[in-house]
């Protein structure tokens, strides 16, 4: 079974690792100048880079690597004799499953390797100070791109991809609806889970012109939103105006409305707007900060690899319940 795995399973592993090859040379050269640097302004393109390729292998191996698994043989029609031979269903699927699933969690786990080394420097200046559009790796996009949860996701991806084949019984079809299923899961657990695996931390924060870091408004409605400062490499969840009994603010008060740019009117300067937006404080008006701290980034990233493993699990028990009914 391990001799016949590895036949059938070598071109499209062997093609992920050469794309890794490829792409642990470039971080290879490139990072070394990164180290010392206070502006990586330049890097903005390399950088975002990295986070996409590790968000699109658990895809390639879910399509390419676990939606085949089965629907190859069920299509071919090869089934019938592989699964009546010495070796049972059940073990036929665990040497499959076992080899893929390693595969892809060391795949994974290589490239985050790869990235969070060459990231080390941009990370370090982005929990101090966000800026040229670095962002900290505790950040919703970021997160995922390092350390040890892509490893979860390639491991869950493959075993997504084995279980859609084996419920469509088509190629093509799976390989369709496990990127869509991947998507699905990932943006849920980022936007609807992640914020609430560990209680999130709250700060009032007095709105001052030093503490005021965006306004928002337009012409009809004056400013609708402002936002103060949080704190440095922390993912910001709210950013809520509190009016003085300690309620969340949906409009702005009246005495702000001339403080919002006007047709015909030459716009206030950016420290005049602050100024003014500042009389929120003396109307006893504060500002609540809602938060994950750059220091829970390990504590995060240990949950969501647990939860994706969960996961994985659950889907390998479907897989192998959907065998016994599979002809």
């Known amino acids: 079974m391990t001799w016949l795995t590895w036949r059938q399973f070598r071109i499209p592993a062997l093609s992920v690792f050469a794309g890794l090859l490829a792409i ?5 050269i490139t990072g070394p100048d990164l180290v010392g640097r206070t502006d990586f302004s330049d890097e903005n393109a390399l950088f975002g880079g ?12 879910g399509v390419f690597w676990g939606a085949p698994m089965i629907t190859r043989e069920l299509e071919n029609g090869t089934h019938s004799l592989v699964w009546n031979q010495t070796v049972t269903r059940k073990r036929w699927l665990t040497t499959k499953l076992g080899f893929g699933v390693l595969a892809a969690m060391l795949a994974a786990g290589v490239l985050s390797l790869a990235v969070t080394w060459w990231a080390s420097p941009i990370d370090a200046l982005a929990a101090v100070k966000e800026d040229h559009g670095m962002l900290s790796r505790i950040s919703p996009v970021v997160f995922g791109a390092r350390a040890i949860v892509p490893v979860g996701y390639a491991a869950f991806a493959l075993v997504l991809g084995v279980a859609v084949g084996m419920v469509l019984r088509r190629t093509v079809a799976a390989m369709a609806v ?14 609807l889970v992640r914020p609430h695996l560990l209680p999130p931390q709250v700060e009032t924060v007095a709105i001052t012109p030093e503490s005021i870091t ?9 400013i609708t939103e402002i936002g103060v400062r949080k704190p440095a490499g922390a993912w910001e969840l709210a950013n809520e105006t509190l009016d003085p009994n300690g309620n969340v603010v949906t409009s702005m008060p009246d005495f702000l409305q001339d403080c919002a740019p006007r047709p015909g009117v030459v716009p206030p300067e950016r420290g005049d707007i602050q100024a003014c937006v500042a009389r929120l404080g003396a109307h006893g008006y504060h500002q609540r900060v809602t938060y994950h701290p750059g220091s829970r980034f390990w504590p995060l990233q240990w949950l969501e690899l647990a939860l994706y493993l969960a996961m994985t699990a ?7 319940r959907r065998l016994r009914h599979l002809s």
């Open 24 to 28: 642990a040379v470039v971080l290879a």
């Open 50 to 61: 990295t986070i996409l390729v590790l968000y699109v292998l658990p895809a390639v191996i």
């Open 178 to 191: 496990t990127v869509v299923a991947l998507a699905a899961v990932l943006l849920a657990v980022t936007l």
């Open 214 to 222: 965006n306004i928002t408004g337009n012409d009809k409605q004056g």
């Open 314 to 320: 659950l889907l390998t028990g479907f897989c192998f």
